[in-house]
């Protein structure tokens, strides 16, 4: 499967490396064309890499590895290229303020995937996933995983279930047993 990567952090590096080791295609960006450098070395040059444009494009499923407050940025940014994608949601309601991480107020009423559906657009497949592991945590469990070890239980949500059908195959192929949560409703 092709498999962008918005966001070459902390998170989307290990996770693109998973997919890769997997036997998907993937494709890293970022706002800083560092980043995306650094995302397809640590590879070894397997991973391709560009701007988020071009990923929203190359991708059949696009891994939104951003801060939560970004999402509204990188929605406007890609201007409806992801509409119609299957999009994952790793993303937490945590900030960065004044160096410190502080807990985000998710607006009333909604899960966190919820208020991402939200901000995306209705059009966006989103699939939430990826989210409950520390990155060096989800790279050790997912190396031991796709080597044959004991597998960790990956937990994923949607309100699309053929979107959800599609990322299971990810997910078990990056090292994790899937484990289907329900609707975005029941998302952590
Ligand atoms: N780290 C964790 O432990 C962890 C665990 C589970 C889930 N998550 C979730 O995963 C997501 C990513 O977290 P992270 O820790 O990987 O963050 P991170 O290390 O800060 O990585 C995010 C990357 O996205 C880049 N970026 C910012 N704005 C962008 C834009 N408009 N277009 C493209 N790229 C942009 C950032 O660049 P700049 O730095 O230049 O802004 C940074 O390289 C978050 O939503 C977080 O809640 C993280």
Redesign the pocket.
Known sequence: MRVAI???????VPLGRLFSTGGHEVFF????PA?VAAATGATGGEARGGT?AEAARFGEVVVL????E?FP??AA?LDGALSGKIVVD???P?AERDGLSVVVAVPSGLTSPQYQQHVLGAEVRLVRTF?T???KELLALGTVGQRGGSRADMPYWGDDEAAKKAVVPLIEDAGFTAIDGGGLSEAR
């Open positions: 918005v966001g070459s952090g902390r998170l989307g960006s970022d706002a800083d980043r988020p590895a951003v801060g939560w970004t940025t990188v940014e790793p993303s937490n945590i989210n592991k520390w990155p």
